[in-house]
């Protein structure tokens, strides 16, 4: 299989959106060393553009990025895959609506992961970017497809965008890959203040009806200049 054509040009703006994009990583400091990956769907194809193994984020200019099909199998680039590839392609392979993925060991929400504790919905901004509270996954070892897999089995039963992997870190989805940098953005934030909260008593629960309420409204009114896809995943709204 080869890369041809608009799909050229498609890879190739995307080479630039994703190498940018890791430089948001750094900006909010989600990650250290070389820790921490975006990547996005080719719209399309079974293709997605990743992060390469092993490269500090100095370095990731569009050329550094690599190509491979929805198996992890690499088709264009100089430079192995990010070793959570597997993870990534999994997920576009049984969630056709998401266009990005990202994947960080950011402080707090690793502290999260560390405990196989689920961030309770006890701010607004959660029930507005999450729908209700963020979920853990499965313990998993890298080498096979049990992350994508606990992923997918994970966000399948929620309205979360993001996933604390137990023991592990978070995994975010998105519309593309901003979407999905948005959410590890966001996930970060609230598990710090949820945390900070933790610290002086006990966060009060918001009413199911109004988290119900909070997501409809942010997904749908905010989000109406997004691109509208079907199921639970629906795009992040606008800023604000
Ligand atoms: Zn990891």
């Known amino acids: ?32 060393w070389t820790a921490g990956n975006v990547s996005a769907r080719v719209p399309g194809q079974d293709l997605l553009v990743i992060k390469p193994s092993g490269v500090s984020y100095d370095e990731l200019d569009p050329d550094a990025m690599v190509v491979c099909d929805l198996h992890g199998n690499l088709l264009e680039g100089d430079r192995l895959p990010s070793s959570d590839t597997a ?56 080498g096979d497809d049990s992350i994508g897999r606990g992923i997918v089995e994970t966000l399948s039963r929620s309205r979360s965008r993001a996933v604390l992997m137990q023991n592990h870190g978070p995994f975010t989805i998105g519309t593309d890959a901003r979407d999905a940098v948005k959410a590890a953005v966001m996930l970060e934030d609230v598990a710090r203040t949820v945390h900070i909260a933790r610290q002086l008593g006990d966060p009060v629960p918001i009413a199911q009806h109004h988290i119900d309420a909070l997501f409809e409204r942010y997904q749908n009114v905010y989000g109406q200049d997004s691109v509208p896809v079907t199921g639970q995943h629906r795009p992040g709204g606008l800023d604000g």
Do not use: Q
Not at 14 to 29: F, I, N, Q, S
Not at 94 to 117: I, K, L
């Open 87 to 142: 993870a990534h392609a999994y997920v576009y392979r049984h969630m056709p609506d998401v266009g990005g993925v990202v994947h960080t060991h950011s402080t707090y929400a690793c502290a999260w992961s560390a405990r196989g504790e689920p961030i309770p919905c006890v701010l607004t901004m959660i029930a507005d970017e999450f729908g209700g509270d963020i979920p853990v996954g499965p313990f998993a070892i890298i």
């Open 1 to 32: 299989m080869s890369v041809t054509g608009d799909v050229r040009t498609a890879v190739a703006t995307l080479r630039r959106t994703v190498a940018d994009l890791h430089r948001e990583l750094t900006r909010y400091e989600l990650v250290i």
